[in-house]
Nanobody
Framework: QVQLVESGGGLVQAGGSLRLSCAAS????????MGWFRQAPGKEREFVTAISWSGSTYYADSVKGRFTISRDNAKKTVFLQMNSLKPEDTAVYFC?????????????????WGQGTQVTVSS
């Protein structure tokens, strides 16, 4: 069992930055690929980025070059650095964990989810 707790959301002006954190419980954090998804009001949950245990990453085109995912396996934490934020980045951001080393952009393939943290970007 893995429990995920996100933090770091908030209100920021367009062009600003935020850093999200996701702290995981459990003893096998390194066995999981970690992902970030987001969901805006009235929209489906969408893939943002993911990182394998070895550090391989993949980004949605909409955030490529602006967002950076990283992980600290010793601290069982994954981070999402978000720069050059845009109003369309406004959403609830969810951390997710998937057993194994394969990155997936499909939400149903992730086994555990956090409660989410709100990110609001004002224009």
């Amino acid at each position: 069992q893995v429990q995920l707790v996100e933090s770091g959301g908030g209100l920021v002006q367009a062009g600003g930055s935020l850093r999200l954190s996701c702290a995981a419980s459990g003893r096998t954090f390194i066995d999981y690929t970690m992902g970030w998804f987001r969901q805006a009001p009235g929209k489906e949950r969408e893939f943002v980025t993911a990182i394998s245990w070895s550090g391989s990453t993949y980004y949605a085109d909409s955030v490529k070059g602006r967002f950076t995912i990283s992980r600290d396996n010793a601290k069982k934490t994954v981070f999402l650095q978000m720069n050059s934020l845009k109003p369309e980045d406004t959403a609830v951001y969810f951390c997710a964990a998937r057993r194994g080393s394969s990155i997936s952009i499909r939400a149903p393939l992730y086994d555990y989810w956090g409660q989410g943290t709100q990110v609001t970007v004002s224009s």
